[in-house]
C-alpha cells in the first residue's frame, strides 16, 4: 500500500478545533456586537413581520440573556477610566483634577441641603401630626 506524500506548497487545515456555527448563533453574536438598539430594532421589526418572532425575541431578551448588566458596568468603566486617567498635559491634569474637587464639594453640599431640607420637611409634618393629636375630636352633639 503507498501513500502519496504531500504537495509541498499544500497547507492543511483542521477544522474539527473550531465548529461551525449556526445561523442563530451567528445571529446572536452580530446582534451582541452591535449592542443594545439592534436587540431592540431586531424585536421591533419581529412583531412587525410576524408577531411570534417578535415576542420570542422579547422573551429571550428578558430572560436568555442579562440585558441590563452592560450598561452598568460600561458606565462605571468608563467613568473611572476618564477620572483616573492621567493625559500627559500638566495644565490640563490640573484643571481637570481641580474642577473634580470642587464638584465633589458642591455635590456633598448639595446633598448636605437636601438633606436638611428633609429634616426641616419631616418636622413640620410631624409638628402638624402633634397639633392635629392635640385637638379635640369634635363630638355628635357639636356636630
Not at 483542521?14 to 436587540?39: C, I, M, S, V
Not at 500638566?90 to 441641603?113: I, M
Request: aromatic share 14%; proline share 5%.
Amino acid at each position: 500500500m503507498t501513500t502519496a506524500a504531500p504537495h509541498p506548497h499544500a497547507t492543511q487545515t483542521t477544522y474539527a478545533a473550531q465548529p461551525r456555527e449556526g445561523w442563530f448563533r451567528r445571529a446572536e453574536n452580530w446582534l451582541d456586537h452591535k449592542g443594545k438598539p439592534a436587540w431592540i430594532a431586531a424585536m421591533v421589526f419581529g412583531f412587525i413581520f410576524f408577531w411570534p418572532i417578535g415576542l420570542a425575541l422579547l422573551a429571550y431578551m428578558i430572560w436568555g440573556k442579562n440585558m441590563f448588566s452592560r450598561s452598568c458596568t460600561t458606565r462605571h468603566t468608563y467613568k473611572s477610566h476618564m477620572t483616573l486617567g492621567n493625559t500627559g498635559n500638566a495644565a490640563f491634569d490640573a484643571y481637570k483634577a481641580d474642577t473634580l474637587r470642587r464638584l465633589e464639594e458642591e455635590q456633598a453640599s448639595f446633598e448636605q441641603f437636601l438633606e436638611r431640607l428633609r429634616e426641616a420637611k419631616d418636622k413640620a409634618e410631624f409638628d402638624q401630626f402633634m397639633d392635629d393629636r392635640a385637638k379635640p375630636e369634635p363630638t355628635k352633639e357639636d356636630a
